[in-house]
């Protein structure tokens, strides 16, 4: 590819009145307001003054802004260029919206909390975003998979309330998410809780309340009949987490830390108990039917904290994974040649069901933890790639407002085309929503003019089509 005129020959004006740099926001937008995005904030958002005046519109412009690609306040000017104001009505000017964040306090932030939910339960059932997993029986689905983890967010300058140094070494504030997963090919993780907490934080700090939330708003998604499974790593691993878990009728699987008790347990168990498993070099014969792995696992009943009260003891699996220890000759040599020096051990404690997980299910299923991470990556190299202000109740308030449109975008794919589904926040928005866009009208009608072989027209028009005129259901 190249020029096909020199620079010194080609002008440029910026004076189109009607031509816009995102037009996938307008079905987006649509599909928001199918949901009840603004009604539920109008609802539910009760920031005071003239500042908290119309929350409705603000939310639906700060989440819009978001989903065209806005990762600052000063960015929500991109809803207002060319012909925006023709298709879109009230986008507030950035100084206005970053006015609103400011005003929010911890109860707001929790009010947005319960938006988020609402929204999300909204928007799955028009789009079965989750597919359709509540309407199948239990016992043939497995489980539906909800993760929690937390990550840094790095902040600069010294204006950032909260900010501090964490686990990770980088100044920052600390998110903590929870995403919930229907195992299938056609479904991608959304984000069900979600909440900041200052950059020195502990883990585990305010994981109980978020737990609870995340069970909570995946039983009204899923229904009480759907098998929920908690996966955490051991930052995690304490009564409160657990028991959070529990109480919703949700099962856990989270990483245990290499205490006492876990130790004496692991040393019980038989050596004709580990079973070779699939793992990084692994190799599967087939002619014993079996995998020639130096991975292994075997499983023992185990009671987590044990030592607390009779009522707070939780029954379950303890399943062990060890692979070999690369220094055990090393070791041998210097006359140390013990059970923790010839192995390398990684345990987790499960109260899942036997029947549905068995021992190499367990363990294959709690090593895809980590598809959290990749929730992370995609909300920082988008909406949460700054946190835009000093405040930290306002950073607290972008931070959910960002969830919010990482869930409607993944909707909006979900009801484009099969192949979107499972797309990232970059990839819809270059796809679906940086369309650049004409705006025109004639006889009282808007027409969008778009261009011309768009390599995918067809997953745009199928988003426009279905939410334009919808019926009660979006989904078929």
Avoid: C
Wanted: hydrophobic share 45%.
């Amino acid at each position: 590819m190249r020029l096909s005129h020199t620079l010194g020959r080609t002008s440029v004006a910026f004076d189109d009145p009607n031509l816009v740099s995102a037009g996938g926001l307008v079905p987006v937008v649509a599909l928001a307001d199918r949901a009840g995005l603004r009604d539920l904030a109008d609802e539910y958002l009760t920031v005071p003054g003239d500042k908290g005046a119309n929350a409705g519109l603000k939310v639906t412009s700060l989440v819009a802004g978001m989903v065209a690609g806005a990762d600052s306040i000063d960015d929500m000017a991109l809803l207002r260029h060319g012909g925006m104001g023709r298709i879109f009505a009230k986008a507030y000017a950035p100084s206005t919206l970053g006015s609103f964040l400011r005003s929010f306090t911890f109860g707001h932030v929790r009010q947005l909390d319960a938006i988020a939910s609402r929204f999300l339960i909204a928007i799955a059932g028009l789009t079965r975003l989750l597919g359709a997993a509540s309407t199948v029986e239990p016992d043939t689905t497995g489980y539906a998979l909800v993760d929690v983890d937390d990550t840094i967010i790095e902040v600069h300058g010294h204006a950032k309330q909260g900010a501090g140094f964490g686990y990770s070494g980088v100044r920052g504030l600390n998110a903590l998410l929870a995403t919930l997963t229907v195992p299938t090919a056609t479904t991608a993780p959304v984000i069900v809780a979600q909440r900041l907490r200052k950059g020195s934080t502990g883990s585990p700090r305010g994981a109980k309340r978020l737990v609870g939330d995340a069970v909570r708003t995946t039983r009204r998604l899923l229904g009480k009949a759907r098998l929920v499974l908690v996966r955490m790593d051991s930052a995690f691993y304490g009564r409160g987490p657990v028991h959070a878990a529990l109480k919703g009728g949700a099962a856990v699987s989270v990483t245990v830390r290499m205490d006492p008790a876990v130790k004496k347990a692991i040393a019980t168990i038989d050596d004709d108990a580990w079973t070779a498993i699939e793992y990084t070099d692994a190799i599967f014969d087939e002619t014993t039917d079996t995998w020639i792995s130096r991975a292994e696992v075997a499983e023992i009943d185990f009671t987590a904290f044990a030592s607390a009260k009779k009522t707070e003891r939780v029954p379950g699996r303890l399943i062990v994974r060890r692979i070999p220890d690369f220094n055990a000759e090393r070791h041998k040599a210097a006359g140390q040649d013990t059970l923790f020096d010839t192995w390398r051990f990684h345990a987790f404690f499960t109260t899942a069901d036997p029947a549905v997980l068995d021992i190499v299910a367990a363990d294959k299923t709690h090593r895809h933890h980590a598809v959290i991470e990749q929730v992370h990556a995609d909300l920082k190299h988008s909406a949460l790639a700054h946190l835009p202000s000093g405040i930290f109740n306002a950073n607290a308030a972008w931070l959910v407002l960002a969830v919010i449109a990482f869930n409607l975008t993944r909707a909006a794919g979900t009801v484009a085309a099969p192949d979107l589904a499972r797309a990232t926040t970059a990839t819809l928005r270059r796809k679906l929503i940086s369309v650049p866009t004409r705006v025109a009208s004639s006889a009282r009608r808007i027409r969008l003019h778009l261009p011309r072989n768009w390599p995918w027209e067809s997953a745009w028009t199928a988003l426009f089509t279905r939410v334009s005129d919808p019926p009660l259901v979006l989904a078929t």
